[in-house]
């Protein structure tokens, strides 16, 4: 009786690890079919021409490399000024007993605690006030706040993971304290900050409802420009060739922070 009860458990996890993979490569396995259809119509179930018409097409646009441009300018302003902002705040936190740090560390959850367009339609009537909306600094600034889940608790993480005897050891032998953070703590600490860095870049690179609310029409990136391609060209392509093209950044950035995620790092952060 427990072999077959644990055979049916067996099959169940199977069955519902089959529904999942279906449920999530479905739909990226249709966006990539489309990107590399030429020819695909309805009963068809498979595209009566495959080839690169569209991709040819897609980047000989001008529209798709100045957005391109401005969300690759969007994720490098954010994330310089997310790390300069906040790498100093984590080390901070992790590092030191002041008043209120609990709740201040926490604190930054706020902005994940709620829904995030009603906040971000709040923000932009503060926006519009100060002349930011249609503005890249607008942009940057609504974007910044997304980053701070990475650029606070995986540094805090970090650097509280770092050996502390290491440090005291070189401490003892007359290095100054510069010394001991470039010497000792940056390079135990600098994976995971780096894999924060990486993933603060790709999301800010992929965010769309603060560059769309706050920065149109003047300010259009990437993925605003994919939606725009998904409602209003009559073909699909278009739309399907920058998602996969969106795709890439993603990709790489998930396997360069694979390790800090199994390791538990990401978890250490909310710990801490």
Partial sequence: MAALTTRRIDWTG???????TIVILG???VVGTWAFSNVWRFPAVIPQEFGLRYWFATLSRADVWSSLTMSLSLATVVTLLSALVCLPAAYAFAR?????RDVLFFSFLVGHAFPKFGLLVAIAAIFLQLNLIGTFWGVVLIQLVGTLLFMIW?????FQSVDRRMEEAARDVGASPLRVFWSITLPQAGPTIAAAILLSFVGTFYETEGAWLIGAPQVRTLPVLMI???NNQPVIQYGAVLSVLLWVPSFIALLFARRVINSGAFARGFGG
């Avoid at 199977?14 to 999942?20: G, T």
Wanted: charged share 5%.
């Fill in 228 to 230: 725009s391609f998904i």
């Fill in 154 to 158: 995986i540094p805090v993480a970090a």
């Fill in 96 to 100: 030191l007993d002041f008043p209120g």
């Fill in 14 to 20: 199977i069955a519902f690890a089959a529904v999942l």
């Fill in 27 to 29: 739909p990226l396995l």
